[in-house]
């Protein structure tokens, strides 16, 4: 082969000289693309590798009383995690892991062989431990940083307050019934990272700007709820009870001061206890009211004119045949002719069934509506319950006697304590609520009348001769400071076994105290207690211990919205209704008062309340001076505090 002339290999010198040129001029202009030109795609593309979110569980709002204490809150952890393709030496990596998150190496060992991108190793591990493992660099081993839901009250409301699980999602209770409102201030959140995905410590961290997270308030006071358990423990030890319920409510607003029951659970430890220590008895289990229900039937036939406070009903002397069935007192010896009002402080079964039969089917049907029993409260909790309103064929001549003494229909406890609320406002069923309006200009009630209220007042009257009477079923009740009105019940449980149970009752006292003017309804309920089971001997000792301790902490709590903001309440005295003539009044100047207090004034004594708007009273019609009959229609509009001054 003949050799390559001078000119030949200057011309291929050249091709490969050029070849260079042009190599490194397209890599040149690619760094340029790269690394100056901008690049919206490119960017994106960093951003998403280098500002990338973690696996972290989300940060959630602290869960607060009606005075700002905490019950729920989250605080900082650390959790542990793998990219198993990034590790380098797995029996090195396991072992390492073996001394410092406990177990075996086998088992990290199973977890590095995963073939999944990304593997939970253990979840909030102490600070301790997470800074031990970050000081073993393991390559392929991270920290994450999360948020952990802490209850610092322990038990305090647990089934109120519910739980959540180890990614903060709610479970039960407020916690899930408000689970988007609770994570829904929670910031973005990440760190830089590295080329091999590690936290970046050298830069600025990527940290979306902190806003302010007050929380979500309930209209529980933490005080009155710890007192409450505590009686509902000492019941359980008095009467060995299977179970025991406590509610307190305010009359006028329906805001749920303390709900309780035992047995209970650790809402930060859910998963050491059984599943049926976690459910709410209180909203979501059925039981047969018993004779708490005949407070409703007789104030039904107040209200329709059927009967009178003083109207002689036939008790039979104890004993009543009806069909196939003989009906007996309960725990009396039995009566002939005795009032109405004797009729439920004694609490007759016979007396009620002639009252449910005077009533008829449809009446009682309607009167179980009418107050609430067959429909849910609406309650801010998630899983309520209810029974649905009977069919016509339910109603047999049997069915409607033993509905008349609060047996063979079924309510939730909630049900049957609200239902209670009108005999304490005045005559207004309110919806029972758990959460606090975080504007304090705004107080919303959902209220309706379903009494006069020359009923409520007689009904009143009635049961507070239950606590105070001769003969009062609800004697143990009673205070020596203020007077007390309410009810017994005490009903025979039914299993669809075996039917009714002989031994087995639920018993129950349900009242509202002072009863000249009523701050709270207390409702107190206990399953199965094994010595005693008259609910006048085990129940009422427990309302009059709730009612002695919890007075004293509402001084000046019934008239207003507490919250961590601070208390609004009237500097003057509150106006009062005034008489011009027998069944007249003069109307007083409510302006500037909130909404539960012109409920207190006016609604014990008329009918046709028209209530707009939220807040501060601004306009009121008639004007203050004004004659006003039972007859009379009060219109009432409120506004916020700061607009209070605009319109008028």
Same mark, same amino acid.
């Given at each position: 082969?003949?050799?390559?002339?001078?000119?030949?290999?200057?011309?291929?010198?050249?091709?490969?000289?050029?070849?260079?040129?042009?190599?490194?001029?397209?890599?040149?202009?690619?760094?340029?693309?790269?690394?100056?030109?901008?690049?919206?795609?490119?960017?994106?593309?960093?951003?998403?590798?280098?500002?990338?979110?973690?696996?972290?569980?989300?940060?959630?709002?602290?869960?607060?009383?009606?005075?700002?204490?905490?019950?729920?809150?989250?605080?900082?952890?650390?959790?542990?995690?793998?990219?198993?393709?990034?590790?380098?030496?797995?029996?090195?990596?396991?072992?390492?892991?073996?001394?410092?998150?406990?177990?075996?190496?086998?088992?990290?060992?199973?977890?590095?062989?995963?073939?999944?991108?990304?593997?939970?190793?253990?979840?909030?591990?102490?600070?301790?431990?997470?800074?031990?493992?970050?000081?073993?660099?393991?390559?392929?081993?991270?920290?994450?940083?999360?948020?952990?839901?802490?209850?610092?009250?322990?038990?305090?409301?647990?089934?109120?307050?519910?739980?959540?699980?180890?990614?903060?999602?709610?479970?039960?209770?407020?916690?899930?019934?408000?689970?988007?409102?609770?994570?829904?201030?929670?910031?973005?959140?990440?760190?830089?990272?590295?080329?091999?995905?590690?936290?970046?410590?050298?830069?600025?961290?990527?940290?979306?700007?902190?806003?302010?997270?007050?929380?979500?308030?309930?209209?529980?006071?933490?005080?009155?709820?710890?007192?409450?358990?505590?009686?509902?423990?000492?019941?359980?030890?008095?009467?060995?009870?299977?179970?025991?319920?406590?509610?307190?409510?305010?009359?006028?607003?329906?805001?749920?001061?303390?709900?309780?029951?035992?047995?209970?659970?650790?809402?930060?430890?859910?998963?050491?206890?059984?599943?049926?220590?976690?459910?709410?008895?209180?909203?979501?289990?059925?039981?047969?009211?018993?004779?708490?229900?005949?407070?409703?039937?007789?104030?039904?036939?107040?209200?329709?004119?059927?009967?009178?406070?003083?109207?002689?009903?036939?008790?039979?002397?104890?004993?009543?045949?009806?069909?196939?069935?003989?009906?007996?007192?309960?725990?009396?010896?039995?009566?002939?002719?005795?009032?109405?009002?004797?009729?439920?402080?004694?609490?007759?079964?016979?007396?009620?069934?002639?009252?449910?039969?005077?009533?008829?089917?449809?009446?009682?049907?309607?009167?179980?509506?009418?107050?609430?029993?067959?429909?849910?409260?609406?309650?801010?909790?998630?899983?309520?319950?209810?029974?649905?309103?009977?069919?016509?064929?339910?109603?047999?001549?049997?069915?409607?006697?033993?509905?008349?003494?609060?047996?063979?229909?079924?309510?939730?406890?909630?049900?049957?304590?609200?239902?209670?609320?009108?005999?304490?406002?005045?005559?207004?069923?309110?919806?029972?609520?758990?959460?606090?309006?975080?504007?304090?200009?705004?107080?919303?009630?959902?209220?309706?009348?379903?009494?006069?209220?020359?009923?409520?007042?007689?009904?009143?009257?009635?049961?507070?001769?239950?606590?105070?009477?001769?003969?009062?079923?609800?004697?143990?009740?009673?205070?020596?400071?203020?007077?007390?009105?309410?009810?017994?019940?005490?009903?025979?449980?039914?299993?669809?076994?075996?039917?009714?149970?002989?031994?087995?009752?639920?018993?129950?006292?349900?009242?509202?105290?002072?009863?000249?003017?009523?701050?709270?309804?207390?409702?107190?309920?206990?399953?199965?207690?094994?010595?005693?089971?008259?609910?006048?001997?085990?129940?009422?000792?427990?309302?009059?211990?709730?009612?002695?301790?919890?007075?004293?902490?509402?001084?000046? #709590?019934? &008239?207003?919205?507490?919250? @961590?903001?601070?208390?609004? %309440?009237?500097? +003057? /005295? =509150?106006?009062?209704? *005034?008489?011009?003539?027998?069944?007249?009044?003069?109307?007083?100047?409510?302006?500037?008062?909130?909404?539960?207090?012109?409920?207190?004034?006016?609604?014990?004594?008329?009918?046709?309340?028209? #209530?707009? &708007?939220?807040?501060?009273? @601004?306009?009121?019609?008639? %004007?203050?001076? +004004? /004659? =006003?009959?039972?007859? *009379?229609?009060?219109?009432?509009?409120?506004?916020?505090?700061?607009?209070?001054?605009?319109?008028?």
């Amino acid at each position: 082969m003949a050799p390559l002339g001078e000119k030949t290999i200057r011309v291929r010198a050249g091709f490969v000289y050029m070849g260079y040129i042009c190599f490194l001029s397209l890599v040149g202009a690619r760094l340029v693309q790269l690394q100056i030109a901008p690049n919206a795609a490119l960017r994106n593309l960093a951003e998403k590798q280098l500002h990338r979110t973690g696996k972290n569980a989300p940060y959630r709002l602290p869960i607060l009383d009606r005075n700002g204490e905490e019950l729920a809150i989250s605080v900082p952890a650390s959790s542990v995690f793998v990219r198993p393709r990034m590790v380098r030496n797995r029996k090195r990596t396991a072992r390492t892991l073996a001394s410092l998150l406990g177990g075996s190496a086998e088992k990290w060992m199973k977890k590095l062989k995963s073939d999944k991108p990304f593997v939970w190793l253990y979840r909030q591990v102490t600070p301790e431990t997470a800074k031990k493992v970050a000081q073993k660099n393991l390559p392929g081993v991270f920290i994450e940083a999360e948020a952990r839901r802490v209850y610092p009250n322990g038990e305090l409301a647990a089934h109120v307050l519910g739980f959540t699980d180890i990614d903060g999602n709610g479970i039960s209770g407020i916690e899930m019934r408000l689970n988007e409102d609770l994570l829904a201030a929670a910031p973005p959140k990440g760190l830089l990272r590295d080329g091999r995905g590690k936290p970046s410590y050298v830069g600025r961290q990527v940290l979306a700007e902190q806003t302010e997270r007050k929380g979500i308030y309930l209209t529980i006071d933490r005080r009155i709820q710890n007192l409450l358990e505590e009686e509902l423990e000492r019941s359980m030890e008095e009467t060995h009870a299977q179970a025991a319920l406590g509610i307190v409510l305010h009359p006028t607003t329906g805001e749920v001061l303390a709900m309780a029951q035992r047995p209970t659970f650790d809402p930060g430890f859910a998963n050491r206890f059984p599943v049926e220590a976690l459910a709410n008895r209180i909203t979501g289990h059925l039981l047969e009211p018993g004779s708490t229900l005949k407070v409703l039937f007789a104030a039904q036939a107040l209200e329709l004119g059927l009967l009178k406070k003083d109207s002689l009903i036939n008790c039979e002397g104890g004993k009543f045949r009806l069909a196939d069935k003989t009906f007996s007192e309960a725990h009396t010896q039995g009566f002939n002719s005795i009032s109405l009002e004797k009729v439920i402080r004694v609490s007759s079964n016979i007396g009620a069934i002639k009252v449910a039969q005077l009533l008829g089917s449809q009446g009682v049907a309607s009167t179980l509506d009418k107050f609430g029993i067959t429909s849910r409260t609406g309650i801010d909790l998630p899983g309520e319950t209810t029974s649905a309103s009977k069919p016509d064929k339910f109603w047999t001549p049997i069915h409607l006697a033993t509905v008349g003494f609060g047996q063979g229909i079924s309510a939730t406890p909630l049900q049957v304590v609200s239902s209670f609320l009108p005999f304490a406002n005045g005559g207004y069923l309110v919806r029972p609520r758990l959460v606090l309006e975080r504007d304090l200009d705004t107080e919303k009630v959902s209220l309706k009348r379903v009494l006069s209220p020359k009923t409520a007042a007689t009904m009143r009257d009635i049961l507070v001769g239950v606590t105070e009477e001769k003969g009062g079923t609800g004697l143990k009740a009673k205070l020596a400071s203020v007077r007390v009105a309410g009810k017994t019940g005490t009903a025979q449980k039914y299993e669809k076994e075996g039917g009714y149970q002989s031994g087995k009752y639920y018993s129950s006292f349900i009242g509202f105290l002072p009863a000249d003017r009523p701050e709270m309804v207390v409702g107190i309920m206990l399953d199965e207690p094994s010595k005693e089971f008259y609910a006048g001997e085990v129940a009422a000792p427990v309302f009059r211990r709730v009612g002695e301790r919890t007075l004293p902490l509402l001084k000046g #709590l019934p &008239g207003q919205t507490a919250t @961590a903001f601070g208390n609004f %309440a009237p500097s +003057a /005295p =509150l106006p009062q209704l *005034s008489h011009a003539t027998e069944g007249e009044w003069l109307m007083p100047d409510l302006r500037g008062v909130s909404v539960r207090d012109a409920i207190r004034i006016l609604g014990p004594h008329f009918d046709r309340i028209r #209530l707009t &708007g939220t807040g501060y009273l @601004a306009e009121q019609e008639p %004007a203050a001076g +004004a /004659p =006003l009959t039972p007859q *009379s229609t009060v219109r009432l509009e409120f506004r916020p505090a700061g607009g209070l001054n605009s319109g008028s």
